[in-house]
């Protein structure tokens, strides 16, 4: 499954729906919960499990971005669903790259 889905054998509506979306959600809603929780807590270990699980994360949505933009590049239905699909992936890259930004410099 790892794989398939890295190399884009899995059909574009399972890899958007299923890995993008509803994996993204499960890895990213705990965490941000947590994060907004615990935000005025100044303990450098809550902070060093938050980094560490925001870059599991990002880990798992690159793995998932790259999927589904290989899955979209051979989807064979209307093209105004892969065109949408690698939209959503830029969107979600550029988000992404923000909020690993904010979070490296909120200190600065």
Do not use: H
Request: charged share 15%; aromatic share 12%; net charge positive.
């Amino acid at each position: 499954m790892i794989s398939r889905l890295w190399r884009g054998d899995i059909p574009l509506w399972k890899s958007f729906w299923l890995f993008g979306v509803g994996g993204g959600a499960l890895l990213g809603l705990p965490i941000f919960s947590a994060m907004l929780a615990l935000t005025d807590v100044p303990d450098e270990t809550t902070a060093l499990v938050f980094v560490s699980a925001l870059g599991v994360l990002l880990l798992y949505l690159i793995w998932a971005f790259v999927g589904i933009w290989r899955a979209a590049k051979v989807y064979s239905g209307k093209p105004v669903w892969a065109t949408l699909a690698k939209l959503a992936v830029v969107a979600e890259t550029a988000k992404m790259m923000l909020l690993v930004a904010a979070v490296v410099f909120a200190d600065v």
